[in-house]
T-cell receptor, first 114, second 114 residues
Framework: ETGVTQTPRHLVMGMTNKKSLKCEQH?????MYWYKQSAKKPLELMFV???????ENNSVPSRFSPECPNSSHLFLHLHTLQPEDSALYLC?????????????FGPGTRLTVT | GENVEQHPSTLSVQEGDSAVIKCTYS??????FPWYKQELGKGPQLIID?????GEKKDQRIAVTLNKTAKHFSLHITETQPEDSAVYFC?????????????FGAGTQVVVTP
């Protein structure tokens, strides 16, 4: 499998549930990102990892907890979410953590919080 | 930080006509401006980018222009085809952020009708 993959593609969860989103990149990149995409709004950068070290935490609530066990895998652990957290969550990777490298996006996980 | 505004939010064009999307940015130190295309059910994909030392760049039917004085840049698609239908995002990198993260516009839904 090539590129950036995300699982699951769709997730419905209650506000008291705990779930995790998974991202895997097969490109040999050293940087990975989580973005939140809401309708009619710009992509919001949530977290950035470079060589498994978090380099950016963009004022994201603690109910979102990222984990990067190695440079190929990235997780987003979710707990006690709110309905306004419903959105498309996109994972991306790039060769290094820097803005002038193309970011390769996965297809996203469509999250609905009920 | 950087703020990017994108217009229009929706754009309908007849097949064969041209489409133009415009973005403005706030940080005069920004020097990298990519454009991403997002098709239904997929993540955004880089289609063209431009750096501040260049005023115009073209790749087949796609071109981007940059006016640093006015702080705006535009995407031009000529001879539009149905497969150009997608959401297009502009972005800019702000050098005032130590990490230099990308700031995205809100997106333009382009619909090409046969």
């Amino acid at each position: 499998e090539t590129g950036v993959t995300q699982t699951p593609r769709h997730l419905v969860m209650g506000m008291t549930n705990k779930k995790s989103l998974k991202c895997e990149q097969h490109l040999g990149h050293n940087a990975m990102y989580w973005y939140k995409q809401s309708a009619k709004k710009p992509l919001e950068l949530m977290f950035v990892y470079s060589l498994e070290e978090r380099v950016e935490n963009n004022s994201v609530p603690s109910r979102f907890s990222p984990e990067c066990p190695n440079s190929s895998h990235l997780f987003l652990h979710l707990h006690t979410l709110q309905p306004e957290d419903s959105a498309l969550y996109l994972c991306a990777s790039s060769p290094v953590a820097g803005t002038e490298d193309e970011q390769y996006f996965g297809p996203g996980t469509r999250l609905t919080v009920t | 930080g950087e703020n990017v505004e994108q217009h229009p939010s929706t754009l309908s064009v007849q097949e064969g006509d041209s489409a133009v999307i415009k973005c403005t940015y706030s940080d005069s130190a920004s020097n990298y401006f990519p454009w991403y295309k997002q098709e239904l059910g997929k993540g955004p994909q880089l289609i063209i980018d431009i750096r501040s030392n260049v005023g115009e760049k073209k790749d087949q039917r796609i071109a981007v222009t940059l006016n640093k004085t006015a702080k705006h840049f535009s995407l031009h698609i000529t001879e539009t085809q149905p497969e150009d239908s997608a959401v297009y995002f502009c972005a800019a990198s702000s050098q005032t952020d130590s990490w230099g993260k990308l700031q995205f516009g809100a997106g333009t839904q382009v619909v090409v009708t046969p």
